[in-house]
């Protein structure tokens, strides 16, 4: 049960992208611009299900069908995406991160699957064979005032996040 539960959630979660196909999102070229780990190859996987946290911490779909993401040879791999017209009323830039979520990756992992106390919440890059199997602590999202948004994820086996049983 538990697996099926967890193929669900890369359509619900933060699964990074850089998208070509959407006007708000990042080209190609902006995401690779990105600190890339050691030398990586950047593959595009298809993904019409990704996600931003916006300003009141609620996800916020751009829409993507493509994901791009960077590997290295000793396993991390990098994913970024970047879209503008992100709504955050407060008026200020705001931060996200594993252990400050924002309610909407909450309410996924914990009050809808029940799969999670609470924090921390990991994200999910996809590994090279296209399989949601990269879970990671090591994320950061910001939501400028203005509504441009920017999230990265890093997975490196020091960050990789452990399913409690």
Same mark, same amino acid.
């Given at each position: 049960?538990?697996?099926?539960?967890?193929a669900?959630?890369?359509?619900? @979660?933060?699964? =990074?992208?850089?998208? @070509?196909? *959407?006007?708000?999102?990042?080209?190609?070229?902006?995401?690779v611009?990105?600190?890339? =780990?050691?030398?990586?190859a950047?593959?595009?996987l298809?993904?019409?299900?990704?996600a931003?946290?916006? %300003?009141?911490?609620?996800?916020?779909?751009? %829409?993507?069908? *493509? *994901?791009l993401a960077? /590997?290295?040879?000793n396993?991390?791999?990098?994913?970024?995406?970047?879209?503008?017209?992100?709504?955050?009323? @407060?008026?200020?830039?705001?931060?996200?991160?594993? /252990?400050?979520?924002?309610r909407?990756? =909450?309410?996924?992992?914990?009050?809808? /699957?029940? =799969?999670?106390d609470?924090p921390?919440i990991p994200?999910?890059?996809?590994?090279?064979?296209?399989?949601?199997?990269?879970? @990671?602590?090591?994320?950061?999202?910001?939501?400028?005032?203005?509504?441009?948004?920017?999230m990265?994820?890093?997975?490196?086996?020091?960050?990789?996040? *452990?399913?409690?049983?």
């Amino acid at each position: 049960m538990r697996k099926r539960l967890l193929a669900l959630i890369p359509l619900l @979660t933060i699964p =990074l992208v850089a998208c @070509t196909d *959407q006007p708000t999102a990042a080209s190609d070229g902006d995401a690779v611009d990105v600190p890339t =780990l050691s030398k990586g190859a950047v593959k595009n996987l298809p993904d019409p299900e990704c996600a931003v946290i916006d %300003g009141n911490g609620d996800l916020f779909g751009v %829409g993507c069908m *493509q *994901q791009l993401a960077t /590997y290295s040879r000793n396993g991390n791999a990098v994913a970024v995406v970047k879209a503008s017209g992100v709504p955050n009323p @407060t008026g200020k830039a705001v931060h996200w991160d594993a /252990y400050n979520p924002g309610r909407g990756l =909450l309410e996924i992992y914990v009050d809808i /699957y029940g =799969l999670l106390d609470g924090p921390p919440i990991p994200c999910v890059i996809p590994d090279v064979n296209g399989d949601w199997t990269l879970w @990671t602590l090591n994320w950061k999202g910001m939501v400028s005032a203005s509504g441009n948004a920017t999230m990265r994820c890093v997975y490196s086996k020091n960050f990789e996040f *452990q399913w409690p049983d």
